[in-house]
């Protein structure tokens, strides 16, 4: 410094010399910390299985500290004390004012340019289905989506309950490859199955350290979530996200959410703002956050997660909205050809099914209509949302996907309220996508489910990340060749062509019973008959079917042959509301073929998920 700074004096030399070495230390710190993203406001150490604790004086020590320590993936730091906790677990309930950061995703570039990427937008329902009319009071979204869009008509739930569902679209894996090890099983009780295991059965370290927030955000992207996350929501907002706004669902009105923004990290909804409505107070959260993040000059790419609460249970639409659906005639959307109808050939939950009662249908019918104006409100905020984009010039560089966590019954097969079963009604769900690229007005026939919607995401961005069970769906909806399609949506496209992808030949679904559950007089799961694995499938070899296999849900890998076994054969040509099980008349080949193909699936990981299902 002397001989380059002859000028300078002792104090001013050492001034430098200070300046020097935090700059380099600063640098060496980001260097180490390369492959975690760090996350300055959280500590996301599980306190439970701390595997070392070390003295650290800074970020980047502590970074270093967890990659020469084997099994660690996430460390904590404590500025006051310079402790350096580190764990190989995520704490789903983490400790604001500590340094963590968490290992990166060892996500796949697509060869090429990948520079410029898009914006995404997901708007996920809960309890929407597509069979017995959800996407029809969509007013407004047939417009601005639909229209403008591609429509898919063969997209499907891969677990058909609420918090499995969201974990396996946050985390791109099948249900078995985050389901918890142990779990506690009573079947004298009301419940006793996943009900009462953690959130249904979900480990959530599984789910959250590795979710495709994770993946964008290591590419570039600021990620806001807005609505429910998974039912046991935690408080504090999870690795990947920049904006949290969630709860676990809620209620419609006197709601409550987790807020990043507030001192409390607490929202109580009131009257006064936004008409103290959930899905309001969350569409006009989300769209705030949209204008801050498009007014920034020269911002990152983004993804907003907005998740309202409707139609769930108890459906209560917005008070400006309650009197809408009065028509008689709207009961020929539910009273489906297998409605309140008996089925004795199906599994012990349907076959026990005794009539729905005329006070019954009448609940039925009440509730059809309330979740019919609940989600008027959800088409208002799609609509909203994709015209702010619009007014920040950003609508043909972003990609709006509106899906939902899974089908609905009302008395179809004599099952009142509810989801979880293997059938067209609880499986099936809307899936309607726009952007650059996509032809609008168009379909997708092939399949897809809410697995492929994490792998759809960083494929847009322009990675893939090996670690998750889904695919890709973009090369199906996405014209490459149109100009405003992002250098990196294009680069993986061209990837996945070049490497012979062919579009998704069938859907894959399993279930882990709830327990004992009654709605309204009617048993709707059981512990011990209400387990399955299933494949959908509509093509020429295989027929248009569904094939089930049932057992228990202390024989959930299927293994134990004295347990409850079931199937069930559905050939939707002849018989499109699943109303005559016909597995007496499948060939034994093909029978066994669908035995090997459900065992294969079931034992499936990452990459061979992918193979499983082409």
């Known amino acids: 410094l002397v001989v380059l700074c002859p000028t300078l004096n002792m104090a001013q030399l050492r001034l ?25 406001e959280y500590g996301y150490c599980d306190a439970n299985t701390i595997i070392g604790t070390v003295n650290a004086s800074n970020v980047g ?55 410029s990427k898009p914006n995404i937008v997901l708007f996920l329902t809960d309890d929407q289905d597509i069979h017995i009319g959800g996407w029809t009071p969509m007013r407004k979204s047939h417009t601005v989506l639909n229209a403008a869009g ?26 078995h490859n985050f389901r918890m090890d142990k779990i506690e099983i009573n079947t004298k009780t009301s419940g006793g199955g ?164 005329d006070p019954q249908v009448k ?31 950003e609508l043909k560089n972003t990609y709006f996907f509106s ?27 809307p899936m309607v996508i726009r952007g650059p690229g996509i032809k609008a007005g168009s379909t997708f026939s092939g399949f897809g ?11 847009l961005a322009g990675v ?9 769906i973009a090369p199906w909806v996405v014209d490459p060749a149109d100009p405003h399609v992002s250098s990196a949506t294009q680069a993986h496209i061209s990837n996945l062509v070049n490497n012979g992808a062919t579009a998704p030949q069938f859907h894959y679904a399993e279930y882990n019973s709830l327990g004992i559950w009654d709605m309204d007089g009617h048993m709707i799961d059981h512990a011990l008959y209400h387990t399955f694995r299933a494949v959908r499938f509509d093509d020429e070899e295989m027929g248009n079917i569904l094939y089930a296999e049932y057992t228990s849900l202390s024989d959930w890998d299927y293994v134990n042959a004295s347990e409850y076994k079931f199937q069930e054969f559905f050939d939707l040509d002849t018989d499109p509301w699943e109303m005559h099980n016909v597995i007496k008349d499948v060939s034994p080949a093909k029978r066994q073929k669908l035995e090997g193909l459900v065992r294969s699936l079931f034992a499936c990981k990452g990459s061979t998920c992918q193979r499983s299902l082409n």
């Open 403 to 429: 899906t939902s966590d899974h089908g609905y019954n009302l008395g179809q097969l004599r099952l009142a309220g509810n989801k979880l079963h293997a059938y067209e009604n609880d499986l099936r769900i």
């Open 194 to 357: 996943c009900m009462s295991n953690g959130c249904m059965c979900v480990e959530e370290d599984l789910v959250n350290p590795v979710s495709f927030a994770m993946g964008l955000k290591a590419v570039g992207y600021t990620v806001g979530m807005f609505g429910k996350h998974l039912n046991n929501c935690p408080p504090y907002k999870q690795p990947g996200f920049d904006r949290w706004f969630a709860n676990g669902g809620g209620t419609y009105y006197n709601c409550e959410f987790g807020d990043d923004e507030s001192p409390t990290y607490s929202y109580k909804c009131k009257t006064s703002e936004f008409g103290g409505y959930s899905t309001s107070v969350i569409g006009n959260k989300s769209i705030a956050w949209l204008q801050d993040v498009m007014s920034t000059p020269g911002h990152k790419p983004f993804m907003a997660y907005i998740a309202p609460k409707a139609p769930h249970v108890p459906s209560q639409p917005a008070h400006w909205y309650t009197t809408e659906f009065d028509e008689p005639s709207l009961d020929r959307y539910y009273k489906t050809p297998n409605f309140n109808v008996s089925a004795p050939d199906h599994h012990w939950v349907v076959a026990q099914q005794g009539p729905l009662t």
């Open 61 to 115: 020590e502590c970074c270093s500290a967890c990659s020469s320590k084997s099994g660690c993936s996430i460390f904590c730091y404590e500025a006051p004390t310079g402790q350096c906790h580190l764990t190989a677990t995520l704490n789903v309930h983490p400790v604001k004012g500590c340094t963590s950061g968490i290992l990166k995703p060892k996500l796949t570039p697509a060869p090429g340019n990948t520079t």
């Open 449 to 459: 489910s809410n697995a492929d919607v994490g792998p759809t995401f960083l494929g």
């Open 150 to 175: 591609a429509t898919a008509d063969h997209w499907y739930i891969h677990t058909p309950v609420c918090c499995p569902s969201r974990a396996a679209l946050l985390s791109g894996r099948f249900f």
């Open 363 to 393: 609940e039925i019918d009440d509730l059809f209509r309330n979740r019919w104006r609940t989600l008027l409100s959800v088409d208002d905020l799609i609509d909203d949302v994709i015209a702010v984009v619009d007014a920040h010039g």
């Open 16 to 40: 430098v010399s200070l300046l020097v070495a935090y700059v380099t230390a600063v640098a060496c710190a980001a260097d180490t910390c390369g492959t975690y993203l760090v996350e300055e």
């Open 464 to 472: 893939t990340d090996p670690l998750m069970d889904g695919r890709s």
